[in-house]
């Protein structure tokens, strides 16, 4: 019942800026680190950021300084600010969630369905 659903994705010219947003939604009890993940054509499912309940966070190296992942707790959602967009940013984000949807559950992994982010030159 738990689902979560990216937005943002687009064609960015690179440099430009992009904002994806990630809801929860459904029946929630509690939700625990959540992360952003891109895959490109090609490749493997790569961490981008992550962050805890508290609000520390992690960048891969390639995207440090340009991206910002933060979280709205009051709205189950969690962002990731893309700035200074290269080519090789290209990729389906997913995002991801350890959540919990009630107390007669487990807390279990959660993944959108993914956006995508094009950035040309």
């Known amino acids: 019942q738990v689902q979560l659903v990216e937005s943002g994705g687009n064609l960015v010219q690179v440099g430009g800026s992009l904002r994806l947003s990630c809801v929860a939604s459904g029946t929630i009890l509690s939700i625990h680190d959540m992360s952003w993940y891109r895959q490109a054509p090609g490749k493997q499912r790569e961490l981008v950021a992550g962050?805890?309940?508290?609000?520390?966070?992690n960048y891969a190296d390639s995207v440090k300084g340009r991206f910002t992942i933060s979280r709205d707790n009051a709205k189950n959602t969690v962002y990731l600010q893309m700035n200074s967009l290269k080519p090789e940013d290209t990729a389906v984000y997913y995002c991801?969630?350890?959540?919990?949807?009630?107390?007669?559950?487990?807390?279990?992994?959660?993944w959108g369905q993914g956006t995508l982010v094009t950035v040309s030159s």
């Open positions: 962050i805890t309940t508290t609000g520390s966070t």
């Open positions: 991801n969630a350890d959540l919990r949807g009630s107390v007669f559950s487990r807390y279990q992994e959660v």
